[in-house]
């Protein structure tokens, strides 16, 4: 076997080395970046399901504001 033979396949073992490396590390932060999204959520999950709430609140009270007014009209502030 031809020396220059030997020499590229060592380099190209070793490339394909590499790469599996980088693979590997690259699942392993997709992993855990979704992880971190999923308790991310959790964490959060309780804070928005207050903000809907409390939109819907306020969406019901605007709407219980406009409809006793019905020509729309709002009050202008006295000076």
């Known amino acids: ?9 060592v380099v190209g073992l070793v ?3 590499a790469i599996l490396v ?4 690259l ?6 970046l979704g992880r971190s999204a999923q308790a991310f959520q959790r964490e959060l999950q ?3 399901d207050e903000l809907a709430r409390e939109g819907a609140k306020a969406s019901e009270t605007s709407a219980s504001i406009s409809h006793r007014r019905p020509d729309g ?6 000076r």
Do not use: D, F, N
């Open 1 to 9: 076997m031809a020396p220059w033979l030997v020499i590229w396949l």
């Open 46 to 48: 309780p804070i928005v």
């Open 22 to 25: 980088c693979l590997i590390g």
């Open 27 to 32: 699942v392993r932060h997709a992993l855990i």
């Open 15 to 17: 490339s394909v080395v």
């Open 73 to 78: 009209a709002t009050r202008r502030p006295r």
